[in-house]
């Protein structure tokens, strides 16, 4: 059972950045992918940025352009760098593994807050 374990929530102003971190209790390798999601009350949990095995990136349109996913594999880490940030990314951030051998597993973290005030 995978454990993930995310860190670099807070609060910040318009325009400021942040970068949230998700550590694996294995290696990020063990995944066919990884991801970031958010969730604000009421609304769907959506998909921000994901990073697959062969290193092949997506983002959200709402993203693109302020968001950077990355990882290091000797920390058995994947980093979510957050730029220009916008009253609209407050949300709580969760980390996802997904994992994928005949049926597919989901694995999330318990989830940081990222607030953005005016």
């Known amino acids: 059972q995978a454990q993930l374990v995310e860190s670099g929530g807070g609060l910040v102003q318009a325009g400021g950045s942040l970068r949230l971190s998700c550590t694996a209790s294995g290696s990020i390798f063990s995944f066919n992918s990884m991801g970031w999601y958010r969730q604000v009350p009421g609304q769907q949990r959506e998909l921000v940025a994901a990073?697959?095995?062969?290193?092949?990136?997506n983002y959200a349109d709402s993203v693109k352009g302020r968001f950077t996913i990355s990882r290091d594999s000797a920390k058995n880490t994947v980093y979510l760098q957050m730029n220009s940030l916008k009253l609209e990314d407050t949300a709580v951030y969760y980390c996802n593994a997904r994992s994928i051998v005949g049926i597919t597993t989901n694995y999330w973290g318990q989830g940081t807050q990222v607030t953005v005030s005016s």
């Open positions: 990073i697959t095995r062969g290193g092949y990136t």
